[in-house]
C-alpha cells in the first residue's frame, strides 16, 4: 500500500466571476521513501494540491471531489482538528516564502518550540534542546545564537533552513517543499537541495517536491508529475522525463531551459498565454498554445495512455503514434505490466 494516494482530486475556487478549476482530476501515489516532482509554471495547480492534501485552502477554496488517503485513512472530510494532529506530525510542508511563513515579531527558538510543544508531548525544556538539536541537523552556525534571533536578523538560505527544521522536527513521514529555492541565489539553492537530499536519506521520508525549476527536479526526483491548467500532462520517472518528454507542453519546457550547448542562440520560449481557469476549454488545456495541435486536441481530451513501462500522458499525438505504429492504446507500450 502506498504512503500517499490521491484519487481523481477536483479543487475548485469559487469566485464572483465563477469557478477556477484549479485541480482537475488529479491522481498520484507516493511511496515511502521516495521523492515525487510536481512540476509546471505558476497557475498550474501545484501549490492547490499540496494546500488540498493538507486541507488548510483558504475561502473561497474548496475541494469538490476526489479522495487522499495517508497510510490508508481518508483525509477528505476530516475535522480541522482530526487534520491538526496529522499536519506537522505525519505530513509537513515547506511554504515558497521564508520571510513571510515565520513570523517576524517571534524569535526562531520560540517559532522552532511552538511546532514541537503543539505536535509532540515534550514539555518546554525538551522542545528547546530539540528546536536546537534541529538547527544543527540543517547545518545552521551558531544554532543557540540562532535561537534567540529574529527572521529578519537571518538570511534568506538561513531562514530556509530553520523552514525545514520546523518542518521536519516531529519527523513526518511525508514532506511537501513548496518551491523550497525560490527567491535564493544560486549557491544557496545549491546547498538548500543538497540538504534537503541528505536528510531525506538520513530520515528516510517520502517528499513532494513542487517545483517550476526543471533542474530541481533532475537533480532530486524519482518520479515527475508534469502538470498544466490543473490536469496531467505526463508521468514517469525523472530519465523518461527528461530523455523522452512525451507531452508538448514539456517538451516545451525543455526547449525553454538554458544549455551549455545553445551557444549563445535564443531560448524558444512556449508560445501564446497561460489559459483561462474559469474558460476551459473542452479538449486539451494546452492545446491553444500547442503548435502540433489537431483538430481532436480542441474538442476532447486525450486518455493517459502508457508510452514506455514507467511513463505515461495523455495526448493525442501518443495516440497517434501508437495507432501509427499498429500499437494497441488501450495498453500501450508496457501498459499490460
Not at 519546457?253 to 473542452?282: F, H, K, V
Request: include cysteine; aromatic fraction near 4%.
Amino acid at each position: 500500500m502506498s504512503l500517499l494516494e490521491v484519487r481523481d482530486l477536483h479543487t475548485s475556487f469559487f469566485t464572483t466571476a465563477g469557478e477556477v478549476k484549479a485541480v482537475n482530476g488529479l491522481s498520484f501515489s507516493l511511496d515511502e521513501g521516495k521523492v515525487l516532482g510536481i512540476v509546471g509554471e505558476s497557475g498550474s495547480g501545484k501549490s492547490v494540491t499540496a494546500y488540498s492534501i493538507l486541507q488548510i485552502l483558504t475561502h473561497p477554496g474548496k475541494i469538490v471531489s476526489g479522495s487522499i488517503k495517508f497510510n490508508g485513512t481518508e483525509l477528505v472530510g476530516k475535522s480541522d482538528e482530526e487534520m491538526r494532529k496529522i499536519r506537522g506530525n505525519n505530513i509537513s510542508i515547506i511554504f515558497q516564502d521564508p520571510m513571510t511563513s515565520l513570523n517576524p515579531t517571534y524569535t526562531i527558538g520560540r517559532q522552532l518550540m511552538e511546532a514541537i510543544l503543539l505536535h509532540t508531548d515534550r514539555n518546554r525544556q525538551e522542545a528547546r534542546e530539540r528546536a536546537l538539536e534541529m538547527l544543527q541537523l540543517v547545518n545552521v552556525n551558531e544554532p543557540k545564537k540562532r535561537l534567540e534571533q529574529y527572521p529578519y536578523e537571518l538570511s534568506g538560505g538561513m531562514r530556509q533552513r530553520v523552514m525545514i527544521a520546523m518542518a521536519l522536527a516531529c519527523e513526518p513521514d511525508i514532506l511537501i517543499a513548496d518551491e523550497p529555492t525560490t527567491a535564493l541565489d544560486v549557491t544557496i539553492q545549491a546547498q538548500i537541495l543538497e540538504l534537503m537530499q541528505d536528510l531525506q536519506k538520513k530520515l528516510g521520508m517520502a517528499i513532494i517536491m513542487i517545483t517550476h525549476d526543471l533542474g530541481v527536479v533532475a537533480q532530486l526526483c524519482d518520479e515527475v508529475i508534469v502538470m498544466y491548467a490543473g490536469s496531467v500532462c505526463e508521468r514517469g520517472t525523472a530519465d523518461a522525463i527528461f530523455y523522452h518528454p512525451a507531452h508538448e507542453y514539456t517538451r516545451g519546457l525543455m526547449r525553454s531551459i538554458p544549455r551549455d550547448e545553445n551557444n549563445g542562440m535564443r531560448l524558444q520560449p512556449i508560445t501564446g498565454t497561460p489559459i483561462d481557469l474559469l474558460n476551459m476549454p473542452a479538449g486539451c488545456p494546452f492545446a491553444p498554445r500547442c503548435d502540433r495541435a489537431m483538430k481532436i486536441c480542441l474538442q476532447k481530451k486525450a486518455e493517459e495512455i502508457w508510452i514506455g513501462e514507467d511513463h505515461i500522458s495523455g495526448c493525442w499525438l501518443n495516440v497517434k503514434d501508437l495507432l501509427e505504429r499498429g500499437i494497441d492504446t488501450a495498453e500501450g507500450v508496457g501498459g499490460d505490466e
